[in-house]
Every structure is written in C-alpha cells, then in structure tokens.
T-cell receptor
Framework: RKEVEQDPGPFNVPEGATVAFNCTYSNSASQSFFWYRQDCRKEPKLLMSVYSSGNEDGRFTAQLNRASQYISLLIRDSKLSDSATYLCVGNTGGFKTIFGAGTRLFVKA | DADVTQTPRNRITKTGKRIMLECSQTKGHDRMYWYRQDPGLGLRLIYYSFDVKDINKGEISDGYSVSRQAQAKFSLSLESAIPNQTALYFC?????????????FGDGTRLSIL
C-alpha cells in the first residue's frame, strides 16, 4: 500500500462547480500536510499547507482528519485555470516527505 | 529570476554517458532535494542534503550520485546513464523548522536516455 494515496481521476467538472479530492495516508506519524498544484510538464507549486484541522484560502479549503488519516481539498466555483494535477503530500518530520501520485482535474466551459 | 534554477532544462543523451544536472537556489534554504517523476508514480526522492556536509540517500539512489558544492548548489550525476533513468527530474529546497516547511521546486529537467 502506498503511504499517500490519491484517486488519480480525472475529474471532469464544468466551470462554477464544486469539486473535492480526498487523500489517505498510512503513516500515523505524519505531522504536516500540503497540497501542491502541478501543471503539465511544470514544477509542483505549493497551494496550501495543512498543519492542524484545516485551512482555507479563497475558493480552496483543505481539511485534515487525523482519526481517519485523510486530507481533503475542496475547490469552490471552479475556474478553467484550476485545470491541473493536485498532489497531496505528507511529512513525518525530517526528510520523510511523501508525495501522492496526483489527481487530475479538468474544468470545462 | 527563479528562486530555484535547474540546468539543463532538457537533455537527450545515449546509454552509458555521464550526465550532470545542476541546481542552484537564491532562497537561502539549508535543505535541498533531488526527485524524479515518472507518470503514475509521483515524485520519488533520490538524494537529500540538510547542509553542505550532510548528504543522504533517498528511496531510489542507485545509479545516482550528488555533490553539495555550497549551500546554494546541489548537483545530481548519472555516472552511466541507462534508459530507465528517462524521467522528469526536480530539485527542491526547504527551510528547517517546526512545523515542517513545504518544499519549493525548480522548473525541472526533462532527461531522455536513448
């Protein structure tokens, strides 16, 4: 079992829709989590850090459920420009950073 | 200018050749990392360095070596390239601290081994 697992998708949604991604992690020692956005053939870019139960930044909300060991990312009012791959990342401290394989999102007009 | 710069951006070479990928950063971060990304597998850690005198293997270090020439520079070498090392390579940096700080990535190097 992978340490960080994501539904690869793709998720195809219309503009304006709300979409949610889930990510599960197996290492209960994981301390902090991040969501990155990656455009095709580009570098991952930090979208949100999730240190406690959750975080909100504009249209994006991340939630952490330590009891069930999952992190979610909610995108409201989807834009065409939100089309990308979203990477879930867990960190147990030190170098131990594990990246999920990513969830692809396509937002269509 | 980019905070984390990788060179070259693209490279095509032949099996058996020695290749060096370079990474430099202006973020002043102590920690630097090298990853490779393959379709469907996500990012996998090759080597990491927490300071100039600290080099550690990641999960897939076989066939690779690194050099931390200065706080700002971290190079990855493939001593004798093989086709299954064809991938997208990323360098990343981070600050130490609690809670754990996110990593910041360079633009990537697309490497093809023929």
């Amino acid at each position: 079992r992978k340490e960080v697992e994501q539904d690869p998708g793709p998720f195809n949604v219309p503009e304006g829709a709300t979409v949610a991604f889930n990510c599960t992690y197996s290492n209960s020692a994981s301390q902090s989590f991040f969501w990155y956005r990656q455009d095709c053939r580009k570098e991952p870019k930090l979208l949100m850090s999730v240190y406690s139960s959750g975080n909100e930044d504009g249209r994006f909300t991340a939630q952490l459920n330590r009891a069930s060991q999952y992190i979610s990312l909610l995108i409201r009012d989807s834009k065409l420009s939100d089309s990308a791959t979203y990477l879930c990342v867990g960190n147990t401290g030190g170098f131990k950073t594990i990246f999920g394989a990513g969830t692809r999102l396509f937002v269509k007009a | 200018d980019a905070d984390v710069t990788q060179t070259p951006r693209n490279r095509i070479t032949k099996t058996g050749k020695r290749i060096m990928l370079e990474c430099s950063q202006t973020k002043g971060h102590d920690r630097m990392y090298w990853y490779r990304q393959d379709p469907g597998l996500g990012l996998r850690l090759i080597y990491y360095s927490f300071d100039v005198k600290d080099i550690n293997k990641g999960e897939i270090s076989d066939g690779y070596s690194v050099s931390r020439q200065a706080q700002a520079k971290f190079s990855l070498s493939l001593e004798s390239a093989i086709p299954n090392q064809t991938a997208l390579y990323f360098c990343a940096t981070s600050d130490p601290g609690q809670p754990n700080q996110p990593q910041h990535f360079g633009d990537g190097t697309r490497l093809s081994i023929l």
